[in-house]
């Protein structure tokens, strides 16, 4: 069966230090890994998907199939990155997707 | 632009009353689901549905049923509330045509079952 785990329920980082949000995985098949955000009261929105290979707001994240991960990374974070990050692992057609139990990651000034 | 719309933002109902959750997609997508968001546990998949009259059970059915009836529409039915389905209930939506192919969601509906 599928699995996501993100090992961290809460991330404090400062202002324009780097930040890693962890992502591991778990399927024995071809995965298709995304990145969702929820900013406050806002819902649920797409942030990357692996097979785009793109940056979005400085967010970067490679999939790597032989330590099973998907770590989502931004050099500098942001105040405005404070937001709520789930991991999440497509398997096969029709879009299904299994979550992670999410990240609460809270930038400080 | 994709929407998503959920019939309510807020919800109050009593135990063992029967409660439909609605949903609504403009985009013409096949699939939509239904899940739970719950602090710690993420977002857990109830039922979904790849085509109309069509559903399949997600990882947490028990309680729910569905009804998807016309393309754009998917409910959710607790038969007889319980206070642990006291949650937030989030609908999405989505093609699923293409590998990376995303889900939209709604704005969610806070369900409180006292």
């Known amino acids: 069966a599928q699995r996501v785990t993100q090992p961290e329920k809460l991330l404090s980082v400062f202002k324009g230090a780097p930040v890693e949000l962890k992502c591991n995985y778990s399927y024995s098949g071809s995965p298709e890994l995304f990145w969702y955000v929820q900013y406050s009261r806002q819902r649920l929105q797409l942030l990357l998907r692996?097979?785009s290979r793109e940056s979005i707001k400085g967010f970067t994240a490679d999939l790597n199939k032989g330590e099973t991960s998907f770590h989502l990374k931004k050099p500098f974070a942001q105040e405005e990155d404070s937001a709520m990050y789930y991991c999440a692992l497509g398997t096969g057609g029709g879009n299904k997707l299994t979550f992670g139990t999410g990240t609460q990651l809270k930038v400080e000034l | 632009d994709v929407k998503v719309t959920q019939s309510s933002r807020y919800l109050v109902k009593r135990t063992g009353e029967k409660v439909f959750l609605e949903c609504v997609q403009d985009m013409d997508h096949e699939n939509m689901f239904w899940y739970r968001q719950d602090p710690g546990l993420g977002l857990r998949l109830i039922y979904f549905?790849?085509?109309?009259?069509?559903?399949e059970k997600g990882d947490i059915p028990e309680g729910y049923s569905v009804s998807r009836e016309k393309k754009e529409r998917f409910s959710l039915i607790l038969e007889s509330a319980s206070t642990n389905q006291t949650s937030m209930y989030l609908c999405?939506?989505?093609?699923?045509?293409?590998?990376?192919?995303?889900?939209?969601f709604g704005p969610g509906t806070r369900l409180t079952v006292l």
């Open positions: 999405a939506s989505g093609s699923g045509r293409a590998p990376g192919d995303t889900q939209y």
């Open positions: 549905s790849y085509d109309v009259k069509m559903k």
């Open positions: 692996h097979i």
